[in-house]
């Protein structure tokens, strides 16, 4: 007698006998425009990915923002079982410039294993993987292993502008036991790879002035106080050599890494010299011991993004300038806030050149963090092993700045960060492609987390 099969190989078993129809809708879906930027197609594209939730089991409804809708679905059928949120966004990027397309952005082609048009990768196929797995789970077996919500978003590409306010707003229809999110690339094309956090961010500007003019250095060099130099004397209180931010209170709330993020962190297959070396670098800033993981999950920084004033152009010119200005951007760790870092680093200036000007740009974002040791974390390992073939990486903590806290501190649940897509897919450039391999595996890894969560 042939031994009975498991729920979850039924699920895959037809997810391969219904390759083409989910093809077909991805198509289908990335065929539509769904520019935020520009304002094009976009409730034309909600209106897709309602009707696909629906086609999949789910219930459906459109949560409307102060700008473009999300699209939301649920299955509860579950009860007693863990709630997994998918959050993805059905937004692109303009497809500009598009005499380098080889094929129309909007009119999706394969080649050479791969669907070429412009959101495939970013974020139309990565988060239809989970539309496709969890309509294999309801068709083939009636229900599944645990509850589901999708949450998808229509402004990603402009910043997530409504994002934290539409969840805040939703708080009860949106709760969760963990969101999952498949976003980006993975960053090393040989692993699959889990991210469990992202750095946040503040935004300020230093403006200095002096006279009500530009004067000539001749005729008022040794009178008039140059804001140039005003600056440069305040930014060098705010860095040592050894590159420690020197404002008070700035690591005050710097987590140090738990044992198990230290071991993540210290077994990531990354091979610094190689990484530095492509961008014509042979050596890492001050100081010279610290590990390349720590730079980017442990330390946050403090970055002169640009500085004007004066006479740059060619030639000479004698003049003081009358105004100086400094852009100053600063990733932030667990658990610095943008508003503590806010108040220390005006502080600051208060302190050391109360005739600066600070300027806060905007809010900016709040670092988010999932611990390694997260029981669910092996619960998500284990479905990226079975769906991609070999064990995923655990990365602590990304350099960049994603809205990832909406996740763990609005709506207080961990987020599991899971790229199905590869380093080559061309994000926001032309001939974005995604690979049909990565297509098929992603479906399979989100088919078997949908199980594996089950039996948590
Ligand atoms: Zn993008």
Known sequence: MPEATSPLDQVIASLETNRER???????????????????????????????????????????????????????????????????????????????????????????????????????????????????????TGSLPVNVKVLLEGEEEIGSPNLDATVLAHRDLLAADLVYTSDGPVT?????EIAFGVRGMLYVELHATGANRDLHSGHWGGVAPNPIWELVRLLNTMLDDQNRITIEGFYDNVQTPTPAARAAMDALPFDVGEAIGRIGLSKMVPPADLPYADRIMARPTLNIAGIDGGYSGEGSKTIIPSKARVKIDM?????????????????????????????????????????????????????????????????????????????????????????????????HAPNESYRLERLWQGITTTATLLALLGEA
Not at 110 to 122: F, K, N
Not at 188 to 192: N, T, V
């Open 188 to 192: 090393d094309d040989r692993y699959p």
């Open 331 to 427: 990733r932030l760790v667990p658990d610095q806030t943008p508003d503590e870092i806010w108040e220390k680093i005006a502080a600051h200036v208060a302190k050391h050149a109360p005739e600066i000007e600070i300027v806060r740009l905007d809010g900016g974002m709040l670092p988010s963090y999932t611990p390694v040791e997260h029981p669910l974390a092996d619960t998500v390992r284990a479905a990226v092993e079975r769906g991609f073939g070999k064990r995923p990486i655990d990365i602590p903590l990304v350099g960049g700045s994603l809205p990832d806290a909406t996740w763990t501190k609005t709506l207080g649940i961990p987020s599991f960060l899971v790229p199905y897509g590869a380093p080559e897919q061309a994000n």
């Open 22 to 140: 989910d093809l077909a809708d991805l198509l289908r879906l990335v065929a539509q425009p769904s520019i935020s930027a520009q304002h094009t197609g976009i409730r034309e594209c909600a209106a897709i990915e309602e009707e696909l939730l629906r086609s999949a089991g789910l219930t459906t409804q459109i949560l409307e923002t102060a700008n473009q809708p999300m699209v939301y679905g649920e299955w509860l059928g579950a009860p007693g079982k863990p709630t997994v949120l998918f959050y993805g966004h059905y937004d692109v990027q303009p497809a500009d410039p598009l005499d380098l397309w080889k094929s129309p952005p909007f009119e999706p082609t394969i080649r050479d294993g791969r669907i070429y048009a412009r959101g495939i990768a970013d974020n139309k196929a990565q988060h239809f993987s989970h539309i496709a797995a969890i309509r294999a789970w309801l068709e083939t």
